[in-house]
């Protein structure tokens, strides 16, 4: 036995270990930053593509924090969560709940400091909570243009501002926020909505250069239409709800499967990201690379939806 590991055995062993110890390397390196025991705080977690990702980062073994302004709605996700067994790999925890307006920068503030006594501390920040607009600007009182934003940027931002120096004091933790293909291109009665979601791209994306010196990434996503509650939840231009579930939400994707490339994206600790099909995908690159064009497809996409709303 010794005579053969000494003739050439001890070789092929040692390269055997290399080569797995390699191959587990890159496996680990894919997969990106584990999850278990990571305390996630989630804005929106009450319902759409915020309960999924409470779902699939709770199934990931993460502490969760979730947000919203229902504490009755909340607490049933926790429920939920805390009943569910299916494809849970790792030991769970029972997620918190804080509940606030993120319009109201006195309860956020507040907030903060309720976020950050659940565990002390906070590995990961993810801005989900968000409304949408339905509405012609002629006809849109000023009123809900500052709402929109309230709800969209002033919010989140105001959130991250206020969370950000406990990260920056530990020299740790992961900004993520939920944009829309919206933040890259602006679409037609959509005003609000595409401001709110550009101010959003323009701020993370100062935010990312500002602070990757301190080894805190931030990672913007940029989602298509996901079969959510956004468009009935949505405002129009005097203020009112729009109470309608559109086609494009209805046919949109699973916000299970968002939830998966949200989890995928935090672990990877991608930058920016966007989840969306050919058409918007080709659409972002033609408002860079071929704005004249981009322009008249959107100018004839509002005369084709003003004559339909006409008929
Ligand atoms: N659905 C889609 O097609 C797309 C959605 N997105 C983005 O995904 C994110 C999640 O939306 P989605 O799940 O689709 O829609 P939902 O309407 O289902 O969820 C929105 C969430 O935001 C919370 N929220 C709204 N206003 C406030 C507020 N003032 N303070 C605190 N929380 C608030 C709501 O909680 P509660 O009412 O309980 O307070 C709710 O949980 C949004 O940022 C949206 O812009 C991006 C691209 C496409
Ligand atoms: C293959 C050739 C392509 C040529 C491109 C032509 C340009 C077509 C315009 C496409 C517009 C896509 C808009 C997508 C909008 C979107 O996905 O928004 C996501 C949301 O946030 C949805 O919010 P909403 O409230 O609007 O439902």
Known sequence: MERIMGGGMLPLVLTSVGVLLLYRILVRLRRGAPMHGAVVVITGASS?????????????GARLVLCGRDAARLQEVVQELSGSSTDIQHQTFTPSTVVFNLVRADSVEKAAQEILKCYGHIDVLINNAGISYRGNILDTHISVQRDVMETNYFGPIALTQALLPSMVQRHSGHIVVISSVQGKIAIPYRSAYAA?????????????AEISHLGIPVTVISPGYIRTNLSVNAVTGDGSKYGVLDKTTASGWDPRDVADAVLKAVRQKSKDVVLAGTVPTVAIYLRTLWPTL????????????QKHKDE
């Open 196 to 208: 709110s979601k550009h101010a959003t791209q323009a701020y993370f994306d100062c935010l990312r």
């Open 48 to 60: 759409g593509l915020g309960k999924e990702c409470a779902r699939v980062f709770h199934a990931a």
């Open 294 to 305: 981009f322009f008249k497809l959107m100018s004839s996409r509002a005369r084709k939806e």
